[in-house]
């Protein structure tokens, strides 16, 4: 079938621009951003990205390289070196609403149409908790660097993937963003993600552009303590600060609405970036594409669609899951820093019920079992050795439901847990500013 042809950069073209930029910044003594300095694009590689429509899927792939300055990486808050990639993603060209939204979970949100991934989620969790999932670009995690992040909001995984977490501002420079309704890339199910300015009435195109905000606040009190949660006022530091009040802003909980774009002038169901939090979308209205399922937690390790994987556990191309274990990741150490959650390759227990076709009393008991490896992690375990633990299910479920480890554990038990630590850099007490990189 002949392929349409819909978008083709060549690594030449970025390199010139790349130049451009950095000579323009130079020339004007442009000072380092709120995130990060300024740094050209990595002088090694040339970004390549190529989308393509063929039968009902629109293919897009790219080695991740961006086509705009970036920050300075490594830097204080962030290790890691731009490297190229191998993404291989495919969405249908006309995407349909599931039954139910779908949480990011195991997917990162979209990619560009540079070919650089929306990936929001970070690895950093309070007390290793999934419960309590911290937010990148907002409260104490910015307060110490943010993770690294430049000005375009993004920084680098341990495996060299570049990716954003919120607004790309040089890509949305480049795009006009404020002057028109700006098609800024595709989610993973397929529908179109646009710059936070549209049309104010969204049915009518000749309306003015409006500055569209998200319908999230901040909470309001305290948070649970204790072993139930960190504690302290609300102020947006994690994912469970927020609450989706429906009518306060322009959009959706999905970040979205429908209306038409000079992209799609019958109208389409449609994602939007926005300035205040989600930033990116935290949920899908489709069903994303197998192409964009990891191996990894958000931000992790792990990277995009772990080669020679099987769906759901692994999409085509993409970077193999570091640190996971068969049939969910390949070899490799674990990433650095404390305790980022699952480690990289783990599928989390409700995924893996799922996928499994689990009754409710199997499903209850994987995760309490999940639960407990996570309060394990967090007590620097190394999880190889986990059946020598030999925990009993009295004991699991009183770690699940939040009971400290060396309390639950007999002495020979705590034996174990101190004879197997986890390898690398990791433990409760990782590098600022709470361990592992998002």
């Known amino acids: 079938m002949k392929a349409r042809i819909l978008f083709i950069l060549s690594g030449s073209t970025f390199a010139v621009l790349g130049s451009a930029l950095l000579i323009r910044q130079a020339a004007h003594g442009q000072p380092p951003g709120p995130f990060g300095g300024a740094a050209p694009v990595q002088a090694n590689y040339q970004p390549e990205v190529k989308i393509e429509v063929r039968d009902a899927y629109r293919y897009i792939t790219a080695n991740g390289i961006p086509d705009h300055i970036t920050g300075q990486f490594p830097n204080r808050g962030n290790p890691n070196t731009i490297s190229p990639q191998r993404y291989n993603f495919k969405v249908p060209v006309a995407p349909k609403a599931a039954a139910q939204e779908t949480p990011l979970g195991m997917y990162p949100f979209g990619v560009a149409i540079n070919g650089i991934p929306f990936d929001p989620g970070a690895a950093e969790f309070w007390n290793g908790s999934r419960a309590w999932q911290y937010e990148p670009l907002a409260g104490v995690l910015l307060a110490r660097g943010g993770l690294g992040v430049d000005d375009n909001r993004a920084h680098v995984q341990p495996g060299g993937a570049y990716h954003y977490h919120g607004l790309p501002t040089a890509l949305l420079k480049r795009l006009n963003w404020e002057k028109q309704m700006a098609l800024v890339g595709y989610a993973a199910d397929g529908f179109p993600i646009y710059s936070s300015y549209a049309y104010s009435d969204p049915n009518d195109p000749h309306s003015v552009l409006k500055l569209l905000k998200s319908s999230y606040r901040v909470k309001q009190g305290t948070r649970p303590g204790g072993n139930e949660g960190p504690g302290g006022m609300y102020d947006g530091s994690f994912l469970a600060d927020y609450t989706y009040v429906a009518g306060s802003g322009d959009l959706d909980d999905c970040n979205g609405r429908t209306g038409v774009t000079p992209e799609y002038p019958n109208g389409t169901y449609y994602y939007v970036l926005t300035d205040n939090w989600p930033f990116v979308p935290r949920c899908f209205k489709g069903m994303p594409d197998n192409s964009f399922f990891r191996q990894g937690p958000p931000g992790g390790p792990g990277g995009f669609g772990g080669q020679g994987g099987r769906p759901p556990f692994g999409g085509p191309g993409g970077q193999g899951g570091q640190g996971g274990r068969p049939p969910f990741g390949g070899p490799g150490g674990f990433g650095p820093g404390g305790p980022p959650g699952p480690p990289p390759g783990f ?29 394990l992690r967090a007590e620097n375990f190394a999880l190889p050795a986990f059946a020598q633990l030999k925990l009993t299910d009295a004991q699991i479920r009183k770690i699940a439901e ?12 705590r034996k174990v847990l101190d004879a197997n630590p986890r390898p690398g850099p990791g433990g409760p007490n990782g590098p600022p500013p709470f361990g592992g990189q998002g």
């Open 402 to 413: 939040g009971g400290k480890v060396r309390e639950v554990l007999t002495d020979e038990q």
């Open 347 to 375: 599928v989390p227990g409700d995924v893996l019920a799922k996928y499994l076709g689990l009754n409710k009393g199997q499903a209850d008991k994987l995760d309490r079992l999940m639960k407990a490896i996570d309060a």
